[in-house]
């Protein structure tokens, strides 16, 4: 080998046995992240790869409980929309019946009378 090519060698040689110890150091954290979690790497599952069963328990839960809540808020929903409904209607009839009442004649006594009931 020649001298050259030795003494390009020798300082490459180390950079590279640092880069690689630096990465495995890497590696054996990222393991150790994951063993204290519990997180079980499952790499032939496509949507859920790295989530624990705790986790995915949680998120059913969560999932169930949303579903709850639709429910019950679109019955609210149609218990006020039926509720208003009535109350228009309740408010139609009366205004109708407030006009009928104004639209009869008037005798000479009614001014009289309606003075008095607005005491």
Do not use: C, W
């Not at 790497?41 to 709850?68: F, H, P, Y």
């Amino acid at each position: 080998m020649e001298p050259g090519v030795l003494a390009l060698m020798i300082p490459l040689s180390a950079i590279g046995t640092g880069a690689l110890a630096i990465y495995l150091a890497h590696v054996r954290k990222l393991a150790e992240i994951k063993a204290r979690t519990g997180v079980v790497e499952n790499r032939n599952t496509a949507n859920n790869g790295n989530v624990s069963g705790d986790v995915r328990a949680e998120l059913q839960a969560l999932r169930e409980e949303v579903a709850k809540l639709r429910d019950t808020s679109t019955k609210f929903d149609l218990s006020f929309d039926a509720g208003l409904t009535r109350l228009e209607d309740r408010v139609a009839r009366v205004e109708e019946q407030n006009h009928a009442a104004r639209s009869t004649p008037v005798s000479a006594d009614e001014p009289a009378v309606l003075m008095a009931r607005s005491r």
